[in-house]
Structure formats: C-alpha cells, structure tokens
C-alpha cells in the first residue's frame, strides 16, 4: 500500500480516499487561504522608512473596496531609516483633492508596533479603521502616514470606494 505525507505525517493510502476527494475539491479555492497579497500604493514622501511593503485586508484589487460596518486591517512593513522613540497615525481620505482627517481612536503608532526601534530594523506596524454605516459610498483616496516629530516616518495613498 502507498504511503502519502502530509506535512510530517505519513497517511496510508487506502485510509486517504475521503482526503483526497476532499483535497481535489478544495484545490481551485486555494488562492482564497492566502493570507494577502502586498497593495500597490503610493509613496506620498517617506522619509525615515524604506522597503515598504503594504497589505490591506480587504483589497482584492485597486481600488480596495471597503465596506460599512466592517474593518479594514493595514499591515506596513518596512525598514527604519532613522531610530523612532515614538509616533503617531494619521488617516485622511482625500476627496477631490481635499484631505479630510479620519479619527482614530488611538493615534499612538507605538500602541500598533515595537518602540523604541533602532535604524536598521525592520518594522510591522498593524492597524485597523470600523467603516462607519454614516460613511457615503464614495471613491476616494486614503492616505496613512506615520509621523515621529514634524518628520514623516512614512507615507502612503491608495483608492479606495466605500462600498454598502
């Protein structure tokens, strides 16, 4: 009887039917267990950061399609270019050329990352914004900036449309 490994599990094949089926199945949806894919954005003037790397959650392609009563999850990664002993979060959604600040209920950057950070170390900041019911279905652009200071530590926009 043949021996199938699955991870560093060895299954005999005959007690693997069910699996297999289920596997076969299972295989075209794959692509959907991916984490996320990086989102192509913007560098609005990065200054203290470099080898960015964004994901939003959801952004099955541009513009990221955010929907009401949901969350919308950011994950930047990058390199510091600078030491940072701390940092705030700013969100604004630039429509027709107007930037409009988004609260945030906490705009402390350190609260969503590792501070003190050291230059020459890589960073994960991870954040998150609750799409308001009151917001209305616009196209826009957000812009996500973290600053330490007057200086940007980093910049980004991307599109997005408020979806219902």
């Known amino acids: 009887m043949n021996t199938v490994w699955i991870g560093c599990t060895s299954?005999?094949?005959?007690?693997?039917?069910?699996?297999?089926?289920?596997?076969?199945?299972?295989?075209?949806?794959?692509?959907?267990?991916?984490?996320?894919?990086p989102v192509d954005?913007?560098?609005?003037?990065?200054?203290?950061?470099?080898?960015i790397t964004v994901d939003i959650t959801p952004c099955p392609g541009l513009p990221c399609p955010f929907k009401k009563n949901n969350f919308a999850n950011i994950s930047i990664s990058f390199t510091a270019e600078s030491p940072i002993s701390m940092a705030t979060s700013s969100v604004y959604g630039i429509i027709a050329?107007?930037?409009?600040?988004?609260?945030?209920?906490?705009?402390?950057?350190?609260?969503?990352?590792s501070c003190?950070?050291?230059?020459?170390?890589?960073?994960?900041?991870?954040n998150g914004i609750l799409v308001d019911a009151m917001f209305p279905k616009i196209s826009l652009i957000m812009k996500w900036e973290l600053l330490t200071g007057l200086a940007n530590i980093l910049c980004i926009t991307v599109p997005v449309s408020i979806e219902g």
């Open 11 to 37: 299954f005999k094949l005959a007690k693997m039917k069910p699996l297999i089926v289920l596997c076969a199945l299972l295989a075209p949806t794959s692509a959907l267990w991916k984490l996320t894919d």
């Open 41 to 51: 954005v913007k560098d609005c003037g990065s200054i203290l950061a470099s080898n």
């Open 97 to 113: 050329g107007i930037p409009v600040p988004f609260p945030l209920p906490n705009d402390n950057a350190c609260q969503f990352m």
């Open 116 to 126: 003190p950070i050291q230059k020459g170390d890589n960073v994960v900041y991870k």
